[in-house]
């Protein structure tokens, strides 16, 4: 299993312009979502999925778009990228369970994102 | 703002010593998780925790959650460069499938 797939592993972007960052999971979770890191602000959530054609926002949401046509993926999308997006962001994925355990989740390498 | 607060922020300790990290909600957890990250990298699952009380270890990091399940810890002992990194501690709550992190704890062993 490939487990959690992001591309591109790095980016540099214009004011301005958009991109859309992908991600992947192959172990048919439920749950998807989307963080930034930020140096000493740790993991904040910026959008998640509960399954296809769900989704929500987190924490940090203005400047990002998502959608979630299939259970595997769930690409974010910057539609005008600004310096404060500069960022790594990490896509997640586990399974959403309805009764008493949670999952663990799994994460892909990260995406570093550059906008100048 | 971020609803789970890590203490300390970042600490250095001697190659050998024992270390705590802290995390607390002023809410009821449903799940708690332990990760642990080297700078640029990606993210390690360390353990998960779920019912009041339970304590779980790996090796040398043993990962604690209250009773109330409203705080846990995790303690490294006997410290050694391969355990630096940033341990960020992350929660579900009831009902709610969101995971939300705290802001991490930045930890540097000394030789």
């Known amino acids: 299993n490939a487990g959690v797939t992001q591309t591109p592993k790095f980016q540099v972007l214009k004011t301005g312009q958009s991109m859309t960052l992908q991600c992947a999971q192959d172990?048919?979770?439920?749950?998807m979502s989307w963080y930034r890191q930020d140096p000493g602000m740790g993991l904040r959530l910026i959008h998640y999925?509960?399954?296809?054609?769900?989704?929500d926002q987190g924490e940090v949401p203005n400047g990002y778009n998502v959608s979630r046509s299939t259970t595997e993926d769930f690409p974010l999308r910057l539609l005008s990228a600004a310096p404060s997006q500069t960022s790594v962001y990490f896509c997640a994925s586990r399974i959403t369970n309805w009764g008493e355990q949670t999952t663990e989740a799994f994460f892909g390498q990260g995406t570093r994102l550059t906008v100048v | 703002s971020q609803e789970l607060e890590q203490s300390p922020q970042s600490l250095i300790v001697q190659e050998g010593k024992n270390l705590t990290i802290n995390c607390t909600s002023s809410?009821?957890?449903?799940?708690l998780y332990w990760y642990k990250q080297k700078y640029g990298e990606g993210l390690i699952f360390l353990m998960m925790l779920q019912k009041g009380g339970e304590e779980k270890s790996h090796e040398k990091i043993t990962a604690k959650l209250d009773e109330k399940k409203q705080q846990s810890s995790l303690h490294i002992t006997a410290s050694q460069p391969s355990h630096a990194g940033i341990y960020l501690c992350g929660a579900t709550k009831l009902n709610d499938y969101k995971l939300s992190f705290g802001a991490g704890t930045t930890v540097t062993v000394r030789a």
């Open positions: 809410k009821t957890l449903y799940g």
């Open positions: 172990m048919n979770h439920e749950y």
């Open positions: 999925s509960v399954g296809a054609g769900i989704t």
